[in-house]
């Protein structure tokens, strides 16, 4: 198993993906592609801001129409997400 790259089109500066390169079942040499997900994200951005405040909004819309009491929701984001 070796580590490569595989450079996509062009768009400006031909951005590279990291990528892991073996042998596959049938013998094909593949290009695994790897992720790095980060543990926190952090909103840095007007857009996002608002999707998340929009997101917000909407999720105590729907709570208060299924008459969900707020910690009811505080124990689901603690068991979707440990981190909240």
Do not use: W, Y
């Not at 993906?17 to 049938?26: G, H, K, M, R, Y």
């Not at 992720?35 to 996002?48: H, N």
């Not at 909407?58 to 068991?79: G, K, Y």
């Amino acid at each position: 198993m070796a580590d490569g790259i595989v450079q996509v089109p062009p768009d400006s500066s031909g951005k590279k993906i990291d990528t892991t390169e073996l042998v596959n079942a049938s013998g094909a040499t593949v290009e695994r592609q790897r992720v790095a997900i980060p543990d926190v994200v952090i909103v840095d951005s007007d857009f996002l801001r608002m999707l998340l405040v929009e997101a917000r909004i909407q999720t105590m819309i729907l709570a208060a129409a299924f008459e969900v009491p707020d910690i009811d929701l505080d124990i689901l984001r603690s068991q979707i997400d440990p981190a909240a």
